[in-house]
């Protein structure tokens, strides 16, 4: 199975900057998940894209898809010091009629207030 | 509260010990998942149960093994570890089949020290 990589491994920023997260992966997609986790936490769905799709926003997230580069990128806009945390992009891979997301290694973002 | 609960959250054990980790979830999912976290490496898929059934099994040493006696319940056996399967044990479930997303929903993890 596939998994996705992220990049960069990590990024620090300014509260209030923008944040910008890619993830590149290998082969065709039904679909690609951004999740999120705290440290030392459980992972948290953020969104999904299907590979139909170019575009998807939500609150201050806006994902980007391109199935002729293999890529997408997840954007955080007006970032805030809660949003530092590690961010995950999974492609799925289909296993007995289903699909099972595959995840990278991750970006860590740290937010500076 | 994500519906999926795993006991111990944290979990000291010797490399002679067998102890177990529970995930339990409260969301009507027909799968779930166990996925070990460890530092600097990706997630790593370790089983899946899809309605109580064994569908994946990623080359995971026999030390672990998996129990799922019902579709809200999945357990992971422990026995002879070695210090490298310290890690961060991640339990999911979802809702299988052709017509879903596949969206994972995590418990917060039994965090494993093997000494």
């Known amino acids: 199975s596939q998994q996705g990589e992220e990049d960069p491994q990590a990024l620090s920023i300014q509260e209030g900057e923008n944040a910008t997260m890619n993830c590149s992966y290998k082969t065709s997609i039904n679909n690609l998940q951004w999740y999120r986790q705290n440290s030392g936490r459980g992972l948290v769905h953020l969104i999904l894209?299907?590979?139909?799709?170019r575009e998807k926003h939500s609150g201050r997230l806006r994902v980007t898809l391109d199935t002729s580069k293999k890529s997408s990128s997840l954007l955080i806009t007006a970032s805030r010091a809660a949003d530092t945390a590690s961010y995950f992009c999974?492609?799925?891979?289909?296993?007995?009629?289903?699909?099972?997301?595959?995840f990278g290694r991750g970006t860590s973002l740290i937010v500076h207030p | 509260e994500t519906g999926v609960t795993q006991t111990p959250r944290h979990l000291v054990m010797g490399m002679t010990n067998k102890k177990s980790l529970k995930c339990e979830q409260h969301?009507?999912?027909?799968?779930m998942y166990w996925y070990k976290q460890s530092a600097k490496k990706p997630l790593e898929l370790m089983f899946v149960y899809n309605f109580k059934e064994q569908t994946e099994n990623n080359s995971v040493p026999s030390r672990f093994s998996p129990e799922c006696p019902n579709s809200s319940h999945l357990f992971l056996h422990l026995h002879t570890l070695q210090p490298e399967d310290s890690a961060l044990y991640l339990c999911?479930?979802?809702?299988?089949?052709?017509?879903?997303?596949?969206?994972?929903?995590f418990g917060e993890g039994s965090r494993l020290t093997v000494l």
């Open positions: 894209i299907r590979s139909n799709e």
């Open positions: 969301l009507g999912h027909n799968a």
């Open positions: 999911a479930s979802s809702q299988a089949g052709a017509e879903n997303t596949g969206e994972l929903f």
């Open positions: 999974a492609t799925d891979s289909p296993s007995g009629g289903s699909y099972i997301p595959t």
